[in-house]
């Protein structure tokens, strides 16, 4: 299956469970290698055997953010169908820089996943198709764009707006929140 890098900003929660699980994973890949060779097994094949059972006893986390986001990308407000994005919108898409919206004054972390690319063209198609409105109500109030000064109305504005768009991150952001790994005193 062919994938495709994203970058994406969640909240530092998120990142914190997400890189906890993977330490706990290490440790019980490791763990597990230990007890085969107790077992009789050379290092070697228990580490083989390691690998072949890490696909579904301990996933990648791109695997488990590819899976939350499939669930998110289920739920009726995302689900579509929609019309696939134009090449003009793909390259809108392409653009680097964030999408209006108030700071929500939460810790982001920055982190990169490889997805299969069909479900990056989901999730982008879904976070367009649901944005297009309100992004295109904001750009006709002149409310977007570099170096503009906004009165304290036309910020509220602008943030009542930002509340109706669903960027990537924020999909991401959502998905992880509902079906992403918990902590254990959940």
């Given amino acids: 299956m062919d994938k495709i890098p994203i970058t994406v900003m969640i909240y530092a929660y998120q990142a914190g469970r997400l890189d906890l699980l993977k330490k706990q994973q290490t440790l019980e890949e490791m763990a597990t290698v230990n007890a085969l ?22 996933p990648s986390l791109e695997t488990i953010v590819a899976q939350a986001v499939e669930q998110r990308l289920d739920e009726p407000d995302l689900a579509g169908p929609w019309e696939p994005l134009t090449v003009a919108e793909v390259e809108q898409l392409a653009l680097s820089g964030r999408w209006p919206g108030a700071s929500l004054g939460i810790s ?28 295109r109500e ?22 009542e707006l930002a509340e109706r768009l669903y960027p990537v991150p924020r999909i991401v952001r959502e998905a992880l929140a509902r079906y992403g790994p918990a902590t254990a005193d959940e």
């Fill in 37 to 58: 060779v107790n077992q009789g097994n050379t290092r070697k094949q228990a580490r083989i055997i390691v690998a072949r059972m890490r696909p579904t006893e301990w």
């Fill in 108 to 135: 982001m972390a920055q982190r990169n996943y490889s997805l299969p690319i069909a479900l990056v063209t989901r999730l982008r198609t879904a976070a367009w198709r649901v944005s297009e409105a309100p992004m």
């Fill in 138 to 159: 904001l750009e006709a109030r002149g409310l977007v764009g570099a170096g503009l000064v906004l009165t304290e109305g036309q910020k509220r504005e602008r943030d």
